[in-house]
C-alpha cells in the first residue's frame, strides 16, 4: 500500500444523484469519523507522523480544519459568483504554524463539527444546474466545478482519516 494514499488517489466521477448523495454524507459525518479515528491516542501517538516524512497526526487533524475552512469558502463563492478565482495556500506551511502545535486537536476537531454542518446545509438542497458553477485554481489553471470540488473533499476527509486509522493499525494503537 501506498501511504501517502491508502484509499487511493481521488477520481473524479460523472455526476449522478447517487453519488452527490454519498459524498455529501462524506461531508457531514467526516468529523464524527474523524473523532473516532483519533479516540484514546496519547500526545507521543499525536505527534508521530503517519508515515516517514509524512505529517503528524496532529497536524492532519488540523490541516484538515484548515483545509475544510478553505473549501466551505470555495464552495460558497461559486455559489455566489461567476467563475471564482479562489485563493490556493501553502498547506505545508500551515502545518507549520505556532497554532498547531498549541491548539489542542478537539478544538479543530469542535470547528470540523460545526463547519461541516455550515457546509453540508449550503449544499443539500441545490438544485442540479447548481453543481456545474465553477471556480477558477489559478495553480491548477483549470475551471473546477462545484461537483468536482464536492467529490475531492468528501474524497479528502476520508483520505486523511486512512492515514489516521492505517497508522493505528501499523502501530498496534
Request: aromatic share 10%; no cysteine.
Amino acid at each position: 500500500m501506498d501511504l501517502r494514499y491508502p484509499i487511493g488517489k481521488y477520481e473524479p466521477q460523472p455526476f449522478s444523484d447517487r453519488q452527490k448523495r454519498t459524498w455529501l454524507q462524506d461531508i457531514q459525518f467526516l468529523p464524527g469519523m474523524l473523532e473516532i479515528a483519533i479516540e484514546n491516542l496519547d500526545e507521543k501517538q499525536l505527534n508521530t507522523p503517519y508515515r516517514d516524512g509524512g505529517w503528524t497526526v496532529k497536524q492532519v487533524v488540523h490541516h484538515v480544519a484548515d483545509s475544510h475552512i478553505n473549501a466551505y469558502t470555495r464552495i460558497k463563492l461559486g455559489l455566489t459568483e461567476n467563475n471564482p478565482v479562489i485563493k490556493p495556500y501553502e498547506e505545508a506551511l500551515w502545518a507549520d504554524l505556532a497554532d498547531v502545535n498549541a491548539v489542542p486537536i478537539n478544538i479543530s476537531i469542535t470547528l470540523l463539527y460545526a463547519l461541516h454542518t455550515r457546509w453540508h446545509a449550503a449544499m443539500l438542497n441545490l438544485p442540479a444546474e447548481a453543481w456545474n458553477r465553477t471556480v477558477f485554481h489559478p495553480e491548477h489553471k483549470k475551471e473546477m466545478s462545484l461537483y468536482y470540488l464536492l467529490g475531492s473533499y468528501a474524497w479528502h476527509g476520508k483520505h486523511h482519516v486512512a492515514h489516521i486509522t492505517s497508522l493505528r493499525e501499523r502501530m498496534g494503537w
